[in-house]
């Protein structure tokens, strides 16, 4: 599995979504239901647990699309 | 704060006490939000919390669990020294809720009382206020009343209790080591906006705005920064405890509990595993409980080790952390002390 289809699975894990989503590196944070404060505190803790990078919610922030999010691994997975 | 030490410090006891009735997070919420508050119980690993009802407070909580601890130990009210409360919910904003405790129980005008105004750090900065005191011999005997009301029906994180621990003044006892820390720059990210100096309350404060399930919220509601706080308390506290554990010329396999503040599971998970730790060995009262602010720590003690507390001496790793923000740490042991079962009213 390729670095990003492996960091989407986790990301798929850590959202929690509440129906099954199809997951694209395109995929815009703001299309899917559960893009919430819950999610984002979802998506630090698998940053730091998965991959040991540490990231705020102003990052988050800043990312249009899952692409944008894994960019913040800067080159780790 | 530089780490310290203080000696002479006895942990003779502690209770808890929390208001008996119970909000479900699942089932006090309107029926369209099932979903939503499913997975919000899921992954922040609340189910109930206990609430107030209009005629109790932190303090009558507090005092509840200072009188049953005092009866445990058999103290005569005139031994009290010292009656210092940390909590954020006063009685009033003045004069000070220690003092005003210190006539209700009837101790002696003697005592030395105040108030100190922390969260969910509290609990070892608590022990460290009163112990300092204790560990110089002014003071010989003295309690400390912990804790918060802070729930509401429809924030999903606190959860209202009180608690009472007594120290004492004792050559004998073992050392208790500590770490204390501040960083005012993060003030914002837990704070009640309105009804202090700066913004006092005023008419528009009390008109909510009504969400499409008829939830209500005020200009004067808690301000929480979720990702701020989770950020913080996973940076910061997990290396405080092992910069603390080296101070104290420990190991973090010498420690028989840690005692996390409840903060939510997913910040309590992250630390427990950025340590490496069991979960038998980092004890929760999140489901049952919520995050009862300063009297967390405390709370779990009573609720989930009693029994092992009772039966012999523990090493403990208390660590405090969230509003101001703040973050502490104690290390201790605890033999011979009484800890009464939870008390419920």
């Keep these: 599995m ?9 990301f798929n894990t850590a959202v929690d979504f509440q129906d099954p989503v199809e997951l694209k590196p395109d995929t815009a944070l703001g299309d899917l239901p559960e893009w919430d404060s819950l999610a984002a505190l979802a998506v630090i803790v698998m940053f730091d647990l998965e991959y040991g990078v540490t990231i705020t919610g102003n990052d988050l922030k800043g990312c249009a699309s899952l692409q944008d999010v894994h960019k913040l691994l800067g080159g780790k997975a | 704060m530089a780490s310290s030490t203080l000696r002479n410090v006895a942990y003779r006891g502690m209770a808890s006490c929390v208001p008996k009735t119970v909000v479900s997070n699942l089932d006090d919420c309107p029926p369209a939000m099932r979903g939503e508050r499913e997975r919000l119980v899921r992954n922040i690993g609340i189910a109930r919390r206990r609430i107030c009802k209009p005629w109790q407070y ?22 009290v020294d010292a009656l210092i409360v940390v909590s954020q919910s006063p009685d009033y904003l003045i004069p000070a809720t220690s003092i005003i405790i210190q006539d209700r129980m009837k101790l002696s005008t003697a005592t030395l009382a105040f108030d100190v105004n922390l969260g969910c750090s509290g609990y070892p900065y608590a022990l460290y206020v009163l112990g300092s005191m204790i560990a110089s011999g002014a003071v010989k005997k003295g309690l400390v009343l912990v804790g918060d009301k802070c729930a509401t029906l429809n924030d999903p994180l606190f959860s209202d209790a009180g608690t009472a621990t007594a120290l004492e003044h004792d050559p004998s006892a073992p050392p208790m080591h500590f770490d204390l820390n501040s960083d005012g720059s993060g003030w914002q990210a837990i704070m009640l906006p309105v009804g202090g100096h700066r913004r006092p309350i005023e008419m528009h404060h009390h008109i909510p705005s009504v969400d499409e399930h008829g939830g209500k919220s005020y200009p004067t509601d808690l301000i929480l920064d979720g990702t701020a706080v ?8 997990p290396p405080a405890l092992l910069h603390t554990l080296e101070y104290a010329g420990l190991t973090l396999d010498k420690i028989d509990y840690l005692l996390l503040h409840q903060a939510n599971r997913m910040i309590n998970e992250t630390i427990r595993k950025k340590l490496r730790l069991e979960p038998d060995k980092v004890p929760s009262t999140l489901e049952d409980f919520g995050n009862t602010s300063g009297a967390s720590i405390p709370v779990t003690m009573t609720a989930r080790i009693r029994e092992p507390l009772l039966s012999g001496r523990k090493r403990l790793a208390l660590c405090g952390f969230g509003i101001g923000l703040s973050w502490a740490t104690c290390i201790m042991e605890t033999e011979g002390a009484v800890f009464p079962p939870l008390i419920e009213v």
Excluded: H, M, P, Y
């Design chain 1, 2 to 10: 390729s670095g990003i289809e492996s960091f989407i699975e986790n």
């Design chain 2, 58 to 79: 932190f303090s009558t909580l507090a005092q509840d669990a200072a009188e049953r601890l005092l009866e445990e130990l058999a103290w005569k009210r005139e031994e």
């Design chain 2, 230 to 237: 989770l950020s913080f308390s996973t940076q910061r506290v």
